[in-house]
C-alpha cells in the first residue's frame, strides 16, 4: 500500500465507510473531505511539535562560505541548530583540513570580535575557528574566512504540511497509523461524535509516547576526553 497524502486520508475513509479519493479529485475535495485532508495535516503538527528533535526531522546540511562574508543566513526551514556539530570540511585544494569549530555565545562574539564585521582588511581573515548563533537567527564565522570554506553541520528542520496526493510525510511508514488515530480525533469532533473523538485521542497519545520511548528518551553518558578512543 502506498505511504503519502492520498493514502493516509482514504484510510481515514475507510475507518468511516466513507467512498475514498482518487488522484484525479484529490484536489478539487471539499467539506468532510477537505476536512479530512486539514486533519492529516494537523496530526502531522501536532506530533512534530511533541519533540524538537524528532530523528526524521534531522538535516546534515553543508554551507559553501564566501571569502570576506561573515554573517550566514539559517536554513528557511531549521527549528533548531545544533552549534557543537560545526566542521570545516576538509578540502586539499584549499588546504584545509577537516577542523571541529568552537561556539561562542553572542555576547562573547561582540566582547572579542565584533570589529571583524566593519575590518575590510585581508589580514584579519583566515579559517574560521568559532560559530556564534545571532537573535536574529543568523550563523558569524570568526575568523572572517579568507576562503570559500565548506562548513557542515546538522538542524531539526520544521514540519511542513501535505499539498499533494502525492506528497510523502517525514514521518516513517511504521507510524502511519498514529498519524491516523490523531486524524480521526479531528474528524471525528467534525462528525459530533465526541466519544469516538476522545478514543482517538488516546489512542493518538499512546502512539506519541510510545514514539518518543523508542526515538527520544535515552541514557546520556560522560566521557574522558582526556583519554584517546
Known amino acids: 500500500m502506498a505511504y503519502n497524502f492520498l493514502s493516509l486520508v482514504n484510510d481515514i475513509n475507510r475507518r468511516l465507510n466513507e467512498v475514498e479519493l482518487t488522484s484525479s479529485n484529490f484536489s478539487g475535495a ?3 473531505y477537505q476536512f479530512a485532508k486539514d486533519s492529516v495535516n494537523a496530526a502531522i503538527r501536532h506530533i512534530n511539535q511533541e519533540e524538537f528533535e524528532w530523528p526524521w526531522n534531522h538535516v546534515e546540511q553543508t554551507e559553501v562560505l564566501t571569502a570576506g562574508t561573515t554573517r550566514y543566513s539559517y536554513p528557511y526551514d531549521a527549528k533548531t ?3 557543537n ?3 570545516i570540511k576538509r578540502n586539499a585544494d584549499l588546504d584545509v583540513e577537516t577542523v571541529r569549530l568552537k561556539s561562542l555565545s553572542y555576547e562573547q562574539y561582540l566582547d572579542k570580535y565584533a570589529d571583524l564585521e566593519y575590518n575590510s582588511s ?3 581573515r583566515g579559517v574560521p575557528q568559532y560559530v556564534v548563533r545571532t537573535p536574529s537567527r543568523e550563523l558569524i564565522f570568526a575568523p572572517t574566512p579568507d576562503k570559500d570554506y565548506e562548513v557542515v553541520y546538522d538542524y ?3 514540519a511542513y504540511d501535505l499539498e ?3 506528497d510523502v510525510p517525514r514521518l516513517p511508514e511504521s507510524y502511519r497509523y498514529v498519524i491516523v488515530d490523531g486524524a480521526m480525533y479531528y474528524v471525528s469532533q467534525f462528525k459530533g461524535d465526541m ?4 478514543l482517538a485521542l488516546n489512542k493518538f ?4 509516547k510510545h514514539m518518543r520511548s523508542l526515538h527520544i528518551n535515552r541514557t546520556e553518558y560522560i566521557y574522558d576526553k582526556r583519554v584517546a578512543y
Open 30 to 32: 471539499k467539506g468532510y
Open 81 to 83: 541548530i545544533n552549534l
Open 85 to 87: 556539530t560545526f566542521r
Open 122 to 124: 585581508t589580514n584579519v
Open 156 to 158: 531539526f528542520a520544521n
Open 164 to 166: 499533494l496526493h502525492s
Open 195 to 198: 466519544q469516538g473523538a476522545q
Open 205 to 208: 497519545e499512546l502512539g506519541i
